[in-house]
């Protein structure tokens, strides 16, 4: 089996862990590199969220307009790859619309 073959699959939203090292949040003045084994740290995950929605949400306030009223649309897949044995995910395309989710 080739390692770049995409598989889809469906993930429960609570496995997924945004990423700590998303191009989104490397620019972010208090950005530090964290290893895929302390991706699922809680404190890890609360700073990306809070990145990633902005003050008030603003960052993802486009997404939240758009989820009241088209919900999420199926076609809008989120890449991810599997980072445990304990089938948790990390979030490769699409952290914005799971912070949002």
């Known amino acids: 089996r080739e390692e770049n073959v995409m598989d889809t699959i ?5 496995k997924l862990l ?8 490397r620019g972010e003045q ?13 404190m890890v995950q609360k700073r990306i969220l809070k990145t990633l929605r902005g003050d008030n949400s603003l960052a993802i306030k486009d997404l939240l307009d758009s989820f009241k009223e088209n ?3 199926k076609i809008d897949n989120i ?5 445990d ?6 979030v490769v395309e699409g952290n914005r619309r799971v912070a949002t989710l």
Not at 10 to 14: C, T
Not at 79 to 83: A, H, M, Q, T, Y
Not at 85 to 90: E, P, V
């Open 85 to 90: 044995k304990k089938d948790l995910y990390i």
């Open 18 to 25: 945004l990423d700590p090292n998303n191009y989104r949040i």
């Open 30 to 42: 208090n950005y530090k590199y964290i290893e895929d084994k302390n991706a699922s740290n809680p």
């Open 71 to 73: 919900g999420y649309l």
């Open 10 to 14: 469906q993930v429960s939203v609570e």
């Open 79 to 83: 890449i991810v790859r599997k980072i």
